[in-house]
């Protein structure tokens, strides 16, 4: 076989992860918003989101993190795309995954997002808070 036939082989062989849709996505933040903020060092009833992905797990200052979430920061430091992608959709169940539980106890009420394509549209839209480029209120 020829390299570019190899390589034509393997592009097909993986899949392409979905394309988020941000304004998708930023209709979905509405649901965050009670609880949370884009902005650097300020928090509502959750910590910020602004920079998570320069954070391990349970690692927001002064904020009271569940032992659960604390513990997860050896597994998820610092948190990625791969990582908020999981546990956007199931976070009791990620969490727990990360520290060899079924479920884990965090602070956080909501359920999660209901399938993956959400979780893609609302990581385009939060992707430059999460990565600091981007600040909001």
Not at 14 to 34: I, S
Not at 57 to 84: K, M, R, T, Y
Request: proline fraction near 5%; charge should be negative.
């Amino acid at each position: 076989a020829t390299t570019g036939a190899v390589l034509m082989g393997l592009s097909m062989a993986t899949p392409a992860l979905a394309e988020g849709d941000a304004a998708a996505g930023e209709k979905l933040y509405n649901k965050c918003r009670a609880c949370h903020v884009l902005a650097e060092g300020k928090r509502r009833v959750g910590p910020s989101l602004y920079g998570l992905f320069e954070r391990k797990a349970g690692d927001f200052p002064g904020f009271q993190h569940s032992d659960d979430l604390v513990a997860a920061g050896d597994a998820i430091n610092p948190w990625n795309e791969e990582h908020f992608l999981a546990y956007i959709v199931a976070p009791n169940e990620y969490i727990g995954s990360q520290i060899g539980k079924d479920k884990a106890r965090t602070k956080m009420v909501f359920p999660g997002l209901k399938n993956e394509q959400e979780a893609q549209d609302i990581l385009a839209y939060l992707k430059p808070y999460f990565l600091g480029e981007k600040e909001g209120k």
